[in-house]
């Protein structure tokens, strides 16, 4: 079976919504023999992909009848979530690990993870995107209860956000509602990146969008990826009444 550097999900729904996760996974492609030299543990981390955004984004496309774009590619291989000129796209040293498959590579290598792994994504991303005229971005990531040395974090869920508020400021509102969730807005991360996916194929379209960061022990199981997934739909679905394009 040939290697693809994304998955598409439901290609053919005609929501307005489309769903991406940029750090769905943690395959090394086999060109680069499957590995980046780090031991399976740091390969289950944070720092190689999103531990239970990928179940969350699928049963939340399957939720909202939406399109769904995956990255078939771990971050560590080349992020796609940061911009091509950005110095953390590929990264040697992250979180205190070091890469060793990442420490020989000069420009040329990192031109051709672009070309191989990087520009094919956003590429396919932009073109589910443009499949409508009204298109809704929402951006599924997770990130860790805790970082090393630093307090725990509270919030169940973060709402990113750069300028553009205009789904998520509902969509916080929708989730301040519930009772049992602590939601951050712009936690536990900034919200903007200069050309990250949601300023690529968003912001720069004036697009409506939002990013999702869920924790990653609320999301751990397939059954808590499912049932987030179920819950965030009929939010995201009243946000979006909110929206004025």
Known sequence: MTYQPYTVLGAERD???????????????????????????????????????????????????????????????????????????????????????????????????????????????????????????????SFTPQLR???????HVGILHAWDARLSDPLIAALERERDIVVGRNEPYPGHLPGDSMDRHALKHGRPNTLIELRQDIIATPEQQQAWGDRLAPLLVEALTHVTD
Request: proline share 9%.
């Open 15 to 141: 929501s307005r919504f489309l769903i991406t996760c940029d750090h769905a996974t943690n395959v090394v492609p086999p060109e680069l023999g499957g590995s980046l030299g780090l031991p399976e543990a740091d390969m289950l981390r944070h720092i190689a992909f999103d531990p239970g955004a990928a179940g969350v984004a699928r049963a939340l496309a399957d939720a909202l009848g939406a399109p769904a774009i995956l990255s078939n590619f771990s971050r560590l291989v080349i992020d796609p979530n940061r911009g091509e000129d950005d110095p953390t796209v590929l990264m040697r040293l992250y979180d205190g690990s070091v890469i060793p498959g990442n420490r020989p590579s000069d420009g040329a290598e990192k031109a051709r993870r672009l070309n191989a792994y990087h520009r094919p994504y956003h590429d396919a991303l932009e073109r589910l995107a443009t499949r409508r005229n009204d298109t809704v971005l929402v951006s599924v990531h």
């Open 149 to 155: 040395g630093r307090r725990p974090r509270p919030w």
